[in-house]
């Protein structure tokens, strides 16, 4: 990346005499006001929905019964009935790590591996 360099502000050079004589050198130092900044490039912005979209929606074996019963109760009560399955599966999760002993992160792991396999099978459509 070439740097951009404006000379408007460039005095000239002192004389071989004028340096000698030691009458006041440093009004002509040179100065040289570089503009060269560099620019981060920003990442595209992107939609709500494409960053939290389902790559998997419509696809998966529960898709088109979701997709009907989304169409039937109406898109808010959906939500909020999916919200609280959702919550109930992930608290089911929790009491099995309880009982089998597993930590914090194997539990988050698990709550992941569920989302997922919940988008490949159409719930989450």
């Known amino acids: 990346m070439a740097a951009a360099v404006s ?14 004589s030691g009458s006041g050198d440093d009004q002509y130092l040179p100065v040289v006001v570089a503009a060269s900044r560099r620019r ?3 990442p595209p912005l992107r939609s709500p929905a494409q960053m939290m979209g389902n790559v ?15 169409n039937i109760i ?7 009935l999916r919200g609280k399955a959702i919550a109930l599966h992930s608290q089911v999760i929790t009491e099995f ?9 194997q539990r988050q792991g698990l709550i992941r591996l569920a989302k ?3 988008e490949k ?5």
Do not use: E, Y
């Not at 109406?74 to 909020?80: L, M, P, Y």
């Open 7 to 20: 000379f408007s502000h460039v005095r000239p050079l002192p004389t071989w005499s004028s340096s000698v």
């Open 40 to 42: 981060r490039r920003q």
């Open 56 to 70: 998997n929606a419509g696809k998966g074996l529960f898709a088109p019964l979701v997709v009907v019963a989304r």
């Open 74 to 80: 109406g898109r808010k009560r959906f939500n909020q």
């Open 97 to 105: 790590c309880k009982t089998i002993g597993a930590d914090s992160k």
């Open 116 to 118: 997922k396999n919940g």
């Open 121 to 125: 099978l159409g719930f989450l459509a």
